[in-house]
């Protein structure tokens, strides 16, 4: 399902988004532009690692490395945006949150009845609203659909077909929300920007990953903790037996985005533009 479905109401043939990954010991930024028909590029894309001062809180050390990207994304990617797309603003910032903030949570929706029924995205959507449960202190970033299930077979395109039960899989994104709310407000400060999304890195990995091997069997309920895992470092899961779980290279997506820089290719920058790729075709 996730949250970017629903930020963008106009159908236009092209869109720049704002990229922003926190990881452990860094953090990057990038703009992305999506044109209709085309592969993403990437027009500017940093990285910066986190420089922490002697006694200094993990978190401020994140908060100070977002202040340093977001001068430079505004100094130098605004007019490189600028130049490409004849704005310098993008529409929507899209963030990464990784360890030690985020938590990756998996639930089945299981649905049944006597009678045949028209299987709709409202009829998920309401029972996925129902059933949501934030602990304390947490922030609900996304909750995204990562399987289908009608009439006991999987599906890519489930809505509209009549049913008698089905099941979906989600995966939800939880964040700390003392720390969530410090970058959305440092992120607004900068960019003076509404459109700000976050997902759990590990969630975005994974849907990221598959997006780019879409011909690798998926895996199955029993081995999506294992593969969430892979994929929270950067990996994908294979079956077999014993599983395979190889790592993923920056060279294996650069054909599935096209990165305009002179920088080298950021893997994690990358799987974020197939991403969104994936989740909102323009």
């Known amino acids: 399902m996730g949250l970017l479905k629903d930020i963008f109401r106009e159908k236009k043939k092209s869109r720049s988004i704002l990229l922003i990954d926190i990881a452990t010991d860094s953090v990057a930024g990038a703009y992305a532009l999506y044109e209709k028909g085309k592969i993403p590029v990437l027009v500017y894309a940093r990285r910066f690692p986190l420089e922490s001062r002697t006694g200094e809180p993990h978190d401020n050390a994140t908060l100070r490395a977002i202040g340093i990207l977001g001068n430079e994304l505004i100094r ?7 130049r490409a797309t004849g704005s310098g603003n993008a529409e929507a910032i899209l963030v990464s949150v990784g360890a ?4 990756i949570k998996i639930r089945i929706e299981n649905f049944e009845r006597t009678n045949p029924f028209v299987f709709t995205k409202s009829i998920v959507a309401n029972a996925i609203e129902k059933t949501s449960v934030v602990p304390h202190g947490k922030f609900l970033a996304d909750e995204s659909i990562i399987g289908t299930i009608l009439n006991g077979y999987e599906t890519h395109d489930p809505y509209g077909k009549r ?3 089905a099941s979906v899989t989600v995966l939800e994104s939880l964040i700390e929300k003392k720390i969530s709310d410090a970058i959305i407000s440092a992120l607004r400060g900068l960019f003076h920007m509404k459109n700000i999304l976050m997902i759990a890195s590990g969630s975005l990995r994974y849907q990221a990953i598959r997006f780019a091997f879409p011909h690798e069997r998926k895996p199955d309920i029993s081995s999506l903790n294992q593969a969430l895992e892979s994929a ?4 994908l899961w294979i079956p ?3 599983p395979k779980i190889v790592p993923v290279l920056a060279s294996h997506i650069v054909s599935l985005v096209r990165q305009a820089t002179v920088t080298p290719p950021d893997l994690n920058l990358l799987l974020m533009a197939l991403y969104y790729q994936r989740l909102t075709p323009v």
């Open 76 to 82: 130098e990617g605004a007019p490189i945006l600028m």
């Open 232 to 235: 929270d470092s950067c990996k």
């Open 163 to 165: 049913v008698r039960r």
């Open 240 to 242: 077999g037996h014993p």
């Open 100 to 103: 030690p903030w985020q938590e």
